[in-house]
């Protein structure tokens, strides 16, 4: 199989390589990273951006997945660099949102804010097209994007005081209400079906003493946002987020 790759343009054989890197990948093979950097070599040799980009690319992401964040900040922003200069926008999104990850990982929470705030931005620029490209981009692309703003902005809001931890507070409730209305929207199966977007808090003002609670599931953990009056609270949920899940389905089916 070797040899028949190599019998093949570099270009091509960097795509075969980032290929079995995938499979195993996807195997859970330890030598998936030895692929991507065969097919690393191949970029270099044939100047592909594309195939660099994707090359560093994979390869920050297993270093991510290994928690080994400087290395993987280093392929990745890398990977950006290529992307950027081919201004191909779905890749530019997928590692400028990967970086964001790695920089979470490194606690420089600014840093991923404002990386993560420019992936958003990227995504909704192409979203048509990967909406059509994954049929299931909402569960394993825009959903999982949002909630790391949301748990970025409960970062940052844990760490302030007053009036700005009121106001971190509020655009986490933003963000969650932008994520309920993209969830439905996915659900009609139509994202030029018009659905009107009504918050809970606006609902609130009708019912002036009703208290908004906010379930944020971030897998491992569940983050609850209260707004009682004019006074949001952010709490972390101490019960297992399972039972949470089966209280609140039984709460909303009652």
Same mark, same amino acid.
């Given at each position: 199989?070797?040899?028949?790759?190599?019998?093949?343009?570099? =270009?091509?054989?960097?795509?075969?390589? /980032?290929?079995?890197?995938?499979?195993?990948?996807? +195997?859970?093979?330890?030598?998936?990273? %030895?692929?991507?950097? *065969? +097919?690393?070599?191949?970029?270099?040799?044939?100047?592909?951006?594309?195939? @660099?980009?994707?090359?560093?690319?994979?390869?920050?992401?297993?270093?991510?997945?290994?928690?080994?964040?400087?290395?993987?900040?280093?392929?990745?922003?890398?990977?950006?660099?290529?992307?950027?200069?081919?201004?191909?926008? +779905?890749?530019?999104?997928?590692?400028?949102?990967?970086?964001?990850?790695?920089? @979470?990982?490194?606690? $420089?929470?600014?840093? +991923?804010?404002?990386? %993560?705030?420019?992936?958003?931005?990227?995504?909704? *620029?192409?979203?048509?097209?990967?909406?059509?490209? %994954?049929?299931?981009?909402?569960?394993?692309?825009?959903?999982?994007?949002?909630?790391?703003?949301?748990? /970025?902005?409960?970062?940052?809001?844990?760490?302030?005081?007053?009036?700005?931890?009121?106001?971190?507070?509020?655009?986490?409730?933003?963000?969650?209400?932008?994520?309920?209305?993209?969830?439905?929207?996915?659900?009609? %199966?139509?994202?030029?079906?018009?659905? !009107?977007?009504?918050?809970?808090? =606006?609902?609130?003002?009708?019912?002036?003493?009703?208290?908004?609670?906010?379930?944020?599931?971030?897998?491992? $953990?569940? !983050?609850?946002?209260?707004?009682?009056?004019?006074?949001?609270?952010?709490?972390?949920?101490?019960?297992?987020?399972?039972?949470?899940?089966?209280?609140?389905?039984?709460?909303?089916?009652?």
């Amino acid at each position: 199989a070797a040899r028949i790759i190599n019998d093949h343009p570099k =270009d091509f054989s960097g795509r075969v390589f /980032l290929a079995l890197g995938d499979v195993e990948t996807s +195997a859970g093979f330890p030598t998936a990273r %030895n692929w991507y950097h *065969r +097919a690393l070599d191949a970029a270099v040799e044939t100047k592909n951006s594309s195939l @660099h980009s994707l090359a560093e690319g994979r390869i920050g992401n297993s270093l991510e997945r290994e928690s080994n964040f400087p290395a993987a900040m280093e392929s990745t922003r890398a990977a950006l660099f290529h992307a950027q200069l081919l201004r191909d926008e +779905a890749l530019i999104f997928e590692w400028q949102w990967q970086l964001s990850r790695i920089l @979470h990982g490194l606690a $420089q929470y600014e840093s +991923a804010l404002a990386i %993560n705030q420019a992936a958003i931005e990227t995504m909704n *620029r192409i979203r048509p097209a990967l909406t059509v490209e %994954n049929p299931d981009a909402f569960r394993t692309v825009i959903r999982p994007v949002y909630l790391d703003l949301a748990n /970025l902005l409960l970062l940052k809001a844990q760490a302030a005081e007053g009036q700005g931890k009121a106001d971190l507070l509020q655009k986490v409730v933003e963000t969650i209400e932008l994520l309920r209305s993209d969830e439905l929207k996915d659900y009609l %199966n139509s994202s030029c079906y018009t659905v !009107e977007n009504q918050s809970l808090f =606006d609902q609130q003002k009708t019912h002036g003493n009703t208290t908004v609670v906010y379930l944020i599931d971030f897998q491992d $953990q569940i !983050e609850m946002i209260v707004k009682n009056g004019s006074k949001l609270i952010h709490r972390q949920a101490l019960a297992p987020t399972q039972q949470i899940k089966a209280e609140a389905y039984l709460l909303t089916n009652s």
